[in-house]
């Protein structure tokens, strides 16, 4: 197919605001994105703007632009959203209780959407973003996500074709689909860098029942300059894996990274560019292309990049765009089912990096809710990698709002990732390595390493409040949560 061809075969062509008139005023809309790129634009605001009494439940990926989240809570046209937000007007219609949302897990989210139950399929309609379509394949956009369970699992498809996205992303993808269980055969990929499957989304022609052309490029992702607690916790970070990669036998060959998406998170990518690990190369298995693995790529420090989403800045956007095909030999878009795999994530030997709100003093961390009811975004993949790497890592400032509130908290409020599956705290004051302590020991270290000197004597206050009352995990009950009002 030529390069500015972005449509083959007899599909049917037609504009945003007829496409929405496939999608019933109660329905189920499964639409593309992941990482705020990759998702539908103009057939959600068609809806947005119909006029219609619309009652929708949106199923995405992963986060999304504006023209859902934004525009669809304006028009009061969502009912119910799924998995993940990042904007704030459905952040303050769900904290507000006029949106209902479900946070779930990335890994399982397309098993649980075609078998599990969580959305009625029968009215779902998926609406996805495209570079390019056929009558039964489309190629993927800037991210997968989980855009080919979406495909299988509704009754009508909607493909929204932009041209404004570089045809040569399709170099990028690699859609390998998980079988049906209990039939499902191991996932056959053996490095994080390996292509197993197609670069192209098949569908039944019969479900196509609409094309609509666009030319809008995504949002940019907007990084913040790194504050002066990023750069110290990215020294930390990289002082204790220089030491970890030399101890460990996880680390013969290579060292396997994944990174939360974000700010910080771009910064810690940052700062390994520094690293010393003896000569062994970076390997990235996560979610999401930043700008910081651009950098990487490009100093030669890293070998392979796999992860289901390009979330860039305009500059890494127009870098990636204007040189794709050099970029997609070391970068592997893959469906979140992949890039997240709880097997692929042990089996790499991955270290998960990721933020929070608050990690209390016995290593439970809070990565959603504010005071444990007001939502931020929701889990992502935190919990996939936190549960699943070998090394898992929660990095974050000790201190919010200007100094005012410990990160470092007596009682997590909500708690995402258990004590059982964090190994070390990361924060601008130092390091704590949870393994193989107990709880009290746990305490000590978090306290003592990691939560601010502003904070330590009154934490440590609590601690011995706490342990005059006894127990393996002593606790205040009528002042634990005291520090979150």
């Not at 007899?10 to 496409?19: G, K, Q, R």
């Not at 993808?173 to 079988?179: F, Q």
């Not at 916790?233 to 990174?259: D, G, K, M, T």
């Not at 089912?337 to 994530?345: A, C, E, R, Y």
Request: proline fraction near 5%; charge should be negative; hydrophobic fraction near 40%.
């Amino acid at each position: 197919m030529a390069e500015e061809s972005r449509t083959e075969g007899d599909v049917p062509l037609t504009d945003a605001e007829t496409a929405a008139e496939a999608v019933a005023d109660d329905a189920t809309l499964l639409v593309s994105g992941f990482g705020s790129v990759g998702y539908p634009k103009a057939v959600p605001e068609a809806l947005a703007e119909s006029g219609r009494d619309l009652s929708l439940t949106v199923v995405s990926g992963g986060s999304v632009g504006e023209e859902i989240d934004v525009a669809l809570i304006e028009s009061d046209s969502m009912a119910r959203r799924y998995p993940f937000q990042a904007r704030p007007a459905i952040r303050e219609a769900i904290n507000d209780g006029r949106v209902a949302f479900g946070d779930r897990h990335i890994s399982s989210l397309g098993d649980e959407v075609q078998y599990g139950g969580l959305v009625d399929t029968d009215s779902a309609v998926a609406v996805v973003e495209a570079v390019a379509v056929g009558e039964d394949w489309l190629v993927p956009s800037t991210s997968i996500g989980t855009t080919p369970a979406y495909v299988e699992s509704a009754d009508r498809l909607v493909v929204e074709v932009n041209a404004a996205q570089p045809r040569s992303l399709e170099a990028f993808h690699d859609v390998y689909r998980l079988g049906t269980p209990p039939n499902r055969e191991p996932i056959p990929i053996t490095d994080p860098g390996e292509r197993i499957g197609s670069s192209r989304v098949e569908f039944d022609p019969e479900k196509l029942v609409a094309v609509v052309e666009t030319e809008r490029r995504d949002a940019p992702y907007e990084f913040r300059d790194p504050t002066d607690d990023d750069l110290a916790i990215a020294a930390n970070l990289r002082s204790f894996l220089e030491a970890e990669v030399e101890r460990s036998p996880l680390f013969e060959e290579s060292v396997r990274l994944q990174f939360g998406v974000g700010s910080l998170g771009n910064a810690l990518m940052g700062a390994l560019g520094d690293a010393d690990f003896g000569g062994r190369d970076l390997v990235y298995f996560g979610e999401v292309i930043q700008d910081g693995l651009l950098d990487l790529l490009d100093e030669g420090r890293l070998r392979s990049a796999s992860a289901t989403s390009l979330a860039l800045s305009t500059a890494g956007q127009d870098r990636l765009f204007e040189d794709a095909d050099r970029y997609a030999e070391d970068i592997v878009l893959r469906p979140g089912d992949l890039s997240n795999s709880p097997t692929l994530i042990d089996r790499f030997g991955v270290v998960a990096v990721n933020s929070a709100v608050e990690v209390d003093v016995y290593g439970h961390v809070n990565s959603t809710n504010v005071g444990g009811s007001r939502i931020i975004s929701g889990v992502g993949g935190s919990g996939d990698f936190t549960r699943n790497a070998p090394l898992s890592v929660v990095a974050l400032p000790s201190t919010a709002a200007g100094g005012d509130i410990s990160r470092i908290v007596p009682m997590a409020p909500h708690v995402d990732h258990t004590e059982h599956d964090l190994d070390v705290v990361v924060t601008e004051q130092g390091v704590a390595d949870l393994r193989g302590t107990s709880p009290r020991e746990r305490a000590s270290l978090l306290v003592e390493n990691c939560a601010h000197p502003d904070f330590r004597e009154d934490l440590q206050a609590y601690l011995d409040r706490a342990a005059e009352r006894g127990g393996n995990v002593p606790h205040d009950l009528e002042t634990a949560f005291s520090w979150e009002r």
